[in-house]
């Protein structure tokens, strides 16, 4: 297609099988859009696009993701302020017929409904430890690290000392934002029955507070993480791969030597093999 129509803070152009978000640096571009600079969503991940009336002379274009397929979105769950939605673009009123025509177009284009089965969007970068109030919390694309903060943290964590979560050990991730109360980062873990829910008693748990896990820091910092998990899910579903019996048992130890399947998959699937 190769149309572009520029609004608010951002630029969407749209080929063939996707729309190419760039996101404007500025004063009063939202700093999530700065994090994220631009990002390319194939059609087939969203299910929905609007062409809305705005304020002041405005028109107002979104794009609707499916559910489970951006892990920004997951990770964000309907948290974001409006202004600081992705997907929303604010345009000038003379973009009215431009903006309806490619709506229609696209809309022929898009994925279904349904839920994705896997994420289609690109993870945020993470090139940084995320700092929260008590905690240092690191990802290395394997394992959450937590390192407690000597003045932030609870005397529970500061005793329990730091803290590592290999994939392995991690189920998904709650992200409650910065912005409102009792914002935190929270690692669900496939063993934590009986443990300390509290974030500031929750050893896999980093609290925010007053210039700490800031929404464009925290977020895309909780879906690359979200991503690596739902990522690591994948193989461990497919982990039985063809060939003969010790070449799959090969194939197998490595995957858990690498701590991408626990000891408890690593030995089903092995019976499973006989």
Not at 27 to 34: E, I, V, Y
Not at 62 to 90: F, H, S, T
Not at 127 to 151: I, M, N
Not at 187 to 215: E, I, K, N
Request: proline share 5%.
């Amino acid at each position: 297609m190769g149309d572009v129509l520029a609004g608010n803070h951002a630029v969407w152009e749209f080929d063939s099988d996707s729309v190419i978000i760039r996101f404007a640096r500025g004063l009063r571009t939202p700093r999530l859009w700065h994090a994220l600079r631009e990002r390319r969503i194939p059609l087939e991940a969203l299910s929905e696009v609007t062409l809305t009336g705005g304020k002041r002379d405005t028109l107002v274009l979104r794009a609707v993701p499916r559910a489970g397929a951006d892990p920004l979105m997951e990770a964000a769950a309907g948290q974001l302020k409006e202004n600081c939605d992705p997907y929303r673009l604010v345009l000038p009123a003379e973009a009215g017929a431009r903006a309806a025509a490619l709506a229609d177009e696209v809309r022929g284009r898009l994925g279904p409904a349904t839920a994705a089965e896997r994420f289609l969007v690109g993870v945020p970068e993470v090139t940084a430890p995320l700092k929260a109030y008590d905690a240092r919390v690191g990802f290395d694309g394997t394992a959450v690290t937590f390192h407690w903060s000597r003045t932030g943290a609870s005397s529970t964590k500061w005793k329990a000392g730091d803290q590592r979560y290999p994939l392995a050990a991690v189920t998904g991730v709650a992200w409650h934002s910065p912005e409102g109360p009792e914002g935190h980062l929270r690692l669900r873990l496939r063993d934590a029955a009986g443990g300390d829910t509290r974030p500031d008693h929750d050893l896999a748990a980093a609290v925010f507070g007053v210039g700490y896990g800031a929404v464009h820091e925290s977020l895309p910092f909780a879906a690359a993480v979200l991503a690596a998990v739902r990522g690591r899910r994948l193989t461990v579903a497919t982990a039985t791969p063809k060939g003969s019996g010790g070449d799959r048992l090969h194939h197998l130890r490595e995957l858990h030597g690498a701590g991408l399947l626990t000891d408890a998959e690593y030995s089903a699937l092995r019976d499973r093999l006989g």
